[in-house]
């Protein structure tokens, strides 16, 4: 019995080397473009005279940060208006979890969070890559992982923020899924229920999956299992946030210190109006085009054969990121985890000669790094 576990273990090497010279180009342009885009963040912070660093540490990743040094150690307690005030509740434990755990061995925590968005990154442009060629050849995986990686929300891949890690654990559950692993697959959108709220569009995607394969008889009791513990880790923390706060929407109750609530998209497309008709181009108008290009490709999407699990996961995300008040300027990053909006782009991209891709793709990298430096050094709002 020794033996063959040992037998089976050489032989998964040579082909796990194998699939990861596969994806290497992926992860290699992945990383490649996060430098070029951290330079940008550089060079807008020595413009604005401040240091990238503070940038990084900012906005929501000061919250991550002390999640991961101090834990929820906030007291709830509400306001004069009678809401509750900000409160550390509402950033979820994987993410700082993570970070906390390097801490342990001696690496600053700013560092550590870097670190795993930085590795967590590296993890999601592989799984990217795998699920684009799986569909439509190596050329498409390829480019799907790196129109992830250089969309318009990709700055929240360099800062202290927890996209990268939710959007490796997307992309590995859907591999898996499609390798019908169902208690893997399950086991993995558990942690995503962990990482980020928006991971409910994961967990409804595997679920159908699960009942898809029931209904057709297939895999025994494992998609069963599968999808039922995919909701855990979301309901577990919420469940969590109950207890803290002693009300049912306790998570939902404590966004409202951020004036965040789902309003059915209103917000949004006032702002994109707004954005649209001012007198004067800003960072409005830009966040109100990227709005306006995620709907063209979310019907796109929806004209293209892509697996019923994608779609599910794809409509969703957009429809969390676009249906919240609040925090227009946030609304690329809270598109960035709807990597299905990439496919349809990188089915057509393939078709151009590497020359072109050689141009076209620095130059998305460039004007989409510049647009989330303008944010933190020049606007100072949360990408």
Not at 77 to 103: D, I, K, Q, R, W
Request: net charge positive; hydrophobic share 55%; glycine share 8%.
């Amino acid at each position: 019995m020794q033996q063959s576990s040992l037998d089976e273990a050489v032989e998964s090497s040579p082909s796990l080397r194998a699939a990861f010279r596969q994806a290497a180009p992926a992860i290699s342009l992945y990383l490649v473009f996060q430098i070029v885009a951290f330079g940008v963040l550089w060079m807008m912070s020595w413009k604005a005279d401040v240091s990238p660093g503070r940038f990084i540490a900012n906005f929501d990743a000061n919250w991550f940060l002390s999640v991961a040094q101090h834990g929820y150690d906030q007291p709830v307690t509400l306001g004069a208006n009678g809401l509750p005030v900000e409160n550390s509740l509402v950033f979820f434990p994987l993410y700082p979890a993570t970070v906390a755990l390097l801490t342990l061995v001696g690496i600053p925590p700013l560092g550590a969070a870097m670190t795993i968005s930085l590795l967590a990154g590296c993890a999601a442009a592989w799984g990217l890559f795998v699920l684009g060629r799986d569909l439509a050849g190596p050329r498409v995986g390829l480019l799907v992982a790196v129109l992830w990686s250089i969309g318009p929300g990709s700055t929240a891949l360099h800062l202290g923020y927890s996209e990268s890690l939710l959007m490796a654990l997307v992309a590995w559950t859907f591999v898996l899924l499609a390798r019908r692993e169902w208690l893997a697959a399950g086991g993995l959108a558990v942690l995503a229920g962990l990482t980020r709220a928006s991971s409910g569009a994961l967990i409804a995607a595997v679920g159908i999956a699960a009942l898809i394969a029931v209904f057709q008889r297939r895999d025994g009791w494992r998609p069963w299992i599968g999808g039922l513990i995919a909701p855990l880790g979301l309901l577990g923390y919420f469940g969590y946030v109950w207890i803290q706060t002693g009300r049912p929407d306790g998570w939902f109750w404590l966004q409202n210190a951020w004036q965040m609530h789902f309003d059915f998209g209103v917000f949004t497309w006032t702002q994109v109006r707004e954005g649209l008709t001012s007198d004067h181009a800003s960072w409005i108008t830009v966040t109100a085009l990227v709005v306006l290009a995620a709907v063209v490709l979310q019907f796109w999407t929806w004209a293209t054969r892509l697996p019923l699990p994608w779609q599910i996961y794809g409509t969703l995300t957009v429809v969390i990121a676009l249906c919240s008040s609040n925090f227009f300027q946030s609304r690329a990053r809270f598109l960035l985890p709807a990597f299905v909006l990439t496919v349809p782009v990188a089915l057509m991209l393939a078709k151009l000669p590497n020359r072109v891709l050689a141009v076209l793709l620095p130059v998305i990298t460039v004007g989409s790094a510049w647009y989330g430096a303008f944010l933190l050094t020049i606007a100072h709002v949360a990408p």
